[in-house]
């Protein structure tokens, strides 16, 4: 799995630190939603790669840093959310088999938010949001709003997707027919952005981030990006 | 009421039916919906029960999108606006996981799938957006069983700081397969059918239908166009307990956090706060961790002010349970009854509140809390203000 290390604060922009994994490489060729390197575990997450791929790009861009408290709000993104969650439980359910009772709290995004919140001792405002279009600026909008309001000081963004497996590529090419235009990543991809003031996307993120999909512009504010193999830096 | 944003116009669905009457033939009138499952087998399941809305005959089997539109289309028309084209959709959702179901019987009995996005939390906003030609942003809210609240609380903040007027804000959830499967294997179900907030006996929580949707304005925008505000929403927050996964924490520290937040954002004291629409699932642990969050953050107002939990009337209605207990606040300020904790018969001693048993309560407070939990410890707290000329001329 590729990564940015946590990065130097740029307060000049309203970036503090960003953290960015795609998990492209030699070994997850063929094998979707498959990482380079494994996660570290999320104990209890034990079906899909959503929460721990949550958890471990926000490790990344909150390393070092002390957010604890009220003045830290937290906004989750992803257009179609944890759909192997969501397709275990529903093809379990479909196949007659007994569901499986770590499901139960799995099932919504807001969970991992709970570990991330009891990790880094936030308290301020979490909400998870999913949009059909323009995701990545909606939550930089959303963050701007929350950064207007007392207490809030930072807020720390987040925008996730799994690599698309068949209903959820059944989605984004149902979106692509109705004209939007998000498109999936290639892979799974987490973004983490710890923000303190307002900030605006990029106005073109590169071509070289294209295989990010819709999560693209938001991997582009990293402020240090990882090469990727063959390909030179995303 | 000025400066504030307002409530002109609402659309509620609950298992009792559509509308303001509905509610008050239902929950107000201390009835319960709950009954066995029909819309789906529950062969296998431990739970039967859950509060259901019969299906339309006219049109079948109730879906998510149909029940969010028919609520929108209510509120816009109860607020007066023809139209709202700048009007932000913001919608607490997990999406119609009926899609999800159908998608993979069809794959698992080898048939072709039928149209996946229609499932998409996300799509639902999108729909009503384009449908009622609303504006944008056209966002989900996904965040549990505070979602619809923080839908209400994005258009408060969007009204508030001057980047629209005038915004639909609610939340939807019809009792599916997928969730009933979930919250059963998770023997989160009350065991015995019923749920009993704050009770001695409780034993978990009963799902339930429901979706409401809320146009907030500006106070001016509304009194501009010659809009009667039904009520205002004086102050908001959310707080995260950072404490456990799912579980809430046992102190109310979080829920504290957000009520105190909500008081001040409105600049009033506890003691001005004449009613508590509480969370109240009727789960061993959220009761009495509710209660000591009223206790910390009310002081000694918290033995004074009367309390109620609407699920045992209406059920558990997750992503929808913010915005229908919002309007079931409304109406209790604007009718001047509260309505009772349905199932309360013998109260838990560590849940010592005055928590309304038996039936609804004659009372005019002005200001009313209302109060939703969710997994992942977070907590959201509205406080919702009537005018004096808005009490007691209930529409």
């Known amino acids: ?234 | 009421m000025t400066d504030h944003v307002v409530i002109t116009g609402y659309g509620v669905f609950t298992a009792f039916g559509y509308g303001a009457d509905a509610l008050r033939r239902g929950v107000f009138a201390g009835r319960h919906r709950f009954g066995p499952v029909t819309r789906f087998d529950t062969t296998g399941f431990r739970g039967t029960i859950a509060a259901t809305h019969p299906a339309d005959p006219d049109v079948g089997e109730l879906r998510q999108y149909p029940v969010l539109r028919r609520c929108a289309e209510e509120a816009l028309a109860m607020a007066g606006l023809a139209e709202a084209p700048a009007a932000p959709v913001l919608v607490g959702t997990q999406g119609d996981h009926t899609v999800l179901s159908r998608w993979w019987r069809a794959v698992v009995a080898e048939e072709p799938p039928e149209a996946a996005l229609p499932g998409l939390a996300a799509h639902l906003p999108h729909q009503l957006g384009e449908d009622l030609r609303l504006g944008h942003p056209r966002l989900a809210f996904q965040n549990a069983c505070v979602a619809s609240a923080d839908a209400v609380m994005y258009g408060c903040r969007l009204i508030h700081s001057g980047h629209t007027e005038v915004a639909v804000c609610g939340g939807v959830y019809l009792v599916d397969q997928e969730f009933f499967a979930k919250f059963d294997s998770g023997r989160a179900f009350a065991r015995d059918g019923r749920v009993k907030p704050f009770d001695r006996s409780r034993s978990g929580l009963l799902l339930g239908d429901g979706a409401g949707v809320v146009v907030l304005e500006s106070a001016r925008h509304a009194a501009a166009r010659g809009a009667t505000p039904l009520a205002a929403i004086t102050g908001w927050a959310l707080a995260a307990d950072a404490y456990h996964v799912v579980r809430p924490h046992p102190e109310g520290a979080g829920l504290a956090a957000a009520i105190s937040q909500a008081l001040g954002r409105a600049g009033i004291a506890p003691e001005a706060i004449g009613y508590v629409n509480a969370h109240g699932t009727g789960t061993p642990a959220n009761d009495p961790a509710e209660t000591a969050a009223l206790r910390r953050a009310l002081g000694a107002h918290a033995t004074a002010v009367p309390v109620s939990s609407t699920k045992g009337s209406t059920g558990h209605m997750l992503e929808a349970s913010g915005v229908v207990e919002l309007i079931i606040t409304m109406l209790a300020l604007r009718d001047g009854q509260l309505p009772p904790t349905v199932g309360l018969v013998e109260p838990d001693p560590r849940c010592d509140l005055d928590y309304i048993p038996g039936e609804a309560r004659a009372a005019r407070p002005r200001r009313a809390l209302t109060v939703n939990a969710g997994f992942g410890g977070l907590n959201s707290a509205l406080v919702v203000e009537v005018g004096e000329e808005g009490i007691g001329d209930g529409e």
């Open chain 1, 1 to 234: 799995m590729a990564s940015s290390p946590t990065t130097v604060a740029r307060h000049d922009t309203g970036i503090v630190s960003g953290a960015c994994l795609v998990p492209w490489g030699a070994r997850a060729e063929g094998l979707p939603g498959a990482a380079e390197v494994d996660l570290p575990p999320l104990p209890n997450f034990v079906v899909s790669r959503f929460s721990p791929l949550v958890a471990e790009v926000v490790r990344r861009c909150l390393a070092g840093r002390d957010v604890s408290g009220p003045a830290t709000a937290v906004v989750l993104g992803s257009v179609v959310a944890d759909a192997t969650t969501a397709d275990v439980a529903a093809r379990d359910l479909a196949s007659g088999n007994v569901h499986n009772p770590l499901l139960f709290f799995q099932s919504v995004p807001s969970s991992v938010l709970g570990a991330i919140a009891r990790e880094f001792g936030i308290t301020g405002p979490m909400t998870c949001l999913s949009a059909r279009d323009d995701l990545p600026r909606l939550l930089l909008d959303t963050a701007t709003l929350l950064l207007a309001e007392e207490p809030i000081e930072r807020v720390l963004v987040i925008g996730v997707e799994l690599e698309p497996q068949p209903r959820a590529q059944q989605i984004f090419a149902e979106l692509a027919a109705s004209g939007s235009t998000t498109r999936a990543p290639r892979g799974d991809v987490a973004v983490a952005l710890l923000l303190n003031r307002p900030v605006r996307l990029p106005e073109s993120p590169g071509t070289g981030l294209v295989d990010l999909g819709y999560l693209a512009p938001l991997a582009a504010l990293c402020p240090v990006t990882a090469p990727r193999q063959g390909e030179g830096a995303i």
